[in-house]
């Protein structure tokens, strides 16, 4: 199997610490978003919306969802769960999971699309969007504040792969001009703690 990936893009990056947590080996191939390219015919083949990571399998088929390949991994490698072993608690992850990606990634990304220069002949940028995502960030981050609490993990004891997006979705902020209000002290807490994690390594 070969990953083409984009170290820096929040997707890739919560795939590789998942990976890492799981001592999960892949061949590794760059794909520069920057300079367009994922917008190559040849792989646009592998993936029509262009988007990384994407998991080449052995039969040259390929999954192109960030969720789907962590979770594919976590059939093929049970053990050392980061999805929880039980009913409730896989539930219980996916959800926590869930509010990261689309409570906290998505809204930075939507900051930093409305805001980066970057995107100003691409889009068209609303300083309105930017704000109400700001909002929704923050109401987001005050439910993952709770949940977290004084655990060592989102989740409890061990990581998951609700630690996996946060951690990506924290750090794109980070270069997306939203970065972690310090006043969820849980989350930053958190947040300082993983960072220091092997797996979180650039």
């Known amino acids: 199997m070969k990953l083409y990936t984009f170290s820096l893009a929040p997707n890739p990056r919560r795939v590789h610490v998942y990976l890492a947590e ?12 920057v300079t367009a390219q994922n917008r190559t015919p040849e792989f646009l083949k592998k993936n029509p919306l262009g988007g990384l990571p994407v998991l080449e399998l052995d039969d040259g088929s390929h999954l192109t969802e960030s969720l789907a390949i962590m979770e594919y991994f976590e059939e093929l490698h ?6 929880g072993r039980t009913p409730l608690e896989r539930a219980r ?8 990606e689309i409570g906290v990634l998505s809204a930075i990304g939507t900051i930093f699309q409305n805001t980066n220069p970057l995107f100003a002949g691409r889009v068209k940028q609303s300083a309105d969007a930017a704000e109400n995502a700001r ?9 993952l504040d709770h949940k977290i609490g004084d655990k060592p993990f989102v989740m409890g004891a061990d990581p998951t792969i609700a630690d996996c997006t946060l951690f990506a979705a ?10 972690l ?6 989350v930053a807490r958190w947040y300082d703690a993983f960072a220091q994690r092997p ?4």
């Open 22 to 33: 799981k001592c999960i080996e892949l061949t590794l191939e760059t794909v520069d978003i």
């Open 78 to 83: 049970p053990e050392k769960p980061m999805i």
């Open 93 to 100: 992850t996916r959800e926590v999971e869930r509010i990261a």
């Open 135 to 143: 909002t929704r960030l923050a109401s987001n981050l005050t439910v």
């Open 170 to 179: 924290l750090k794109f902020g980070e270069f997306a001009g939203a970065p």
């Open 181 to 186: 209000d310090r006043g969820f002290r849980n």
């Open 199 to 202: 797996s979180a390594k650039d």
